[in-house]
């Protein structure tokens, strides 16, 4: 599980820290500051977890997810302090800077790509967070879930258009999984980017049908279905 191997990989930094700060002559003092600096990545690594969330996949593309800043205000605001997420990403910016060491040693590290990739991509850096899904992706033996959050990665970074490694992603997480909603919805802009409106209009429909009330998929997929529907009639008319 990728808490799992975060909270691992934060007891491993934090032993390291524990062993590295220098002793001082007063015993119980020296040890509970080892200990209090030592325990930070821990606390720090929890706190991450909850933050980025679990390996569950959101049913909404990165571009219209409820919560997710603009990826230029995101870079934009990374050295403002008077950023409501200042804080917050600062925290996760060291976090990241340790795992970066950490991978550096075990690039092997699964767990650790994946919460690279999230993090980086939670931070604005759409690059770093494409290259550490695609290490992800390989690690695990190419995870139909992985490959659905690294296209969604890769289609954000490149401002909607589905290149030939996302359009295999997408496929495979399809295959494997033929009732993903965000698969499905990703499916339907293939077809849609394809200039096969009216099976991206079927696809849409089909899975508009079967998205839950309150899941923020809905509305993207609805405004997708609106402009291929007049996009058709609009067709139809010139003929």
């Keep these: 599980m990728i808490w799992l191997g975060l909270?691992?990989?934060?007891?491993?930094?934090?032993?390291?820290?524990y062993v590295s700060v220098p002793k001082t002559d007063d015993q119980p003092k020296r040890s509970l500051g080892r200990v209090g600096v030592a325990v930070v990545p821990?606390?720090?690594?929890?706190?991450?977890?909850?933050?980025?969330?679990?390996?569950?996949?959101?049913a909404q593309p990165y571009a219209d997810r409820d919560g997710e800043r603009n990826l230029a205000a995101a870079a934009a605001a990374a050295g403002n302090v008077t950023d409501p997420n200042y804080k917050t990403d600062q925290q996760i910016r060291k976090l990241l800077n340790q795992i970066v060491l950490s991978l550096e040693v075990n690039p092997r590290n699964l767990q650790g790509w994946i919460v690279l990739a999230r993090g980086s991509l939670r931070l604005g850096n759409v690059e770093r967070a494409v290259a550490a899904f695609a290490r992800a992706y390989?690690?695990?033996g190419h995870n139909p879930l992985l490959a659905i959050e690294y296209a969604d990665t890769r289609i954000t970074a490149q401002n909607g258009e589905i290149d030939s490694t996302s359009r295999d992603l997408v496929l495979h997480a399809l295959g494997q999984m033929p009732n993903h909603l965000l698969a499905?919805?990703?499916?339907?802009?293939?077809?849609?980017?394809?200039?096969?409106?009216?099976?991206?209009l079927r696809v849409l429909s089909d899975l508009h049908r079967?998205?839950?009330?309150?899941?923020?998929?809905?509305?993207?997929?609805?405004?997708?279905i609106k402009a291929l529907q007049k996009k058709i009639d609009q067709k139809v008319e010139a003929e």
């Design 7 to 17: 909270l691992v990989l934060a007891c491993m930094v934090s032993f390291v820290i």
């Design 42 to 58: 821990v606390i720090g690594a929890m706190g991450l977890y909850v933050f980025l969330g679990n390996p569950t996949l959101p």
């Design 138 to 140: 390989a690690l695990s």
């Design 184 to 200: 499905r919805y990703y499916y339907g802009m293939m077809l849609k980017q394809d200039d096969k409106s009216e099976q991206a």
């Design 210 to 224: 079967d998205i839950p009330k309150d899941d923020p998929l809905g509305n993207a997929t609805e405004s997708e």
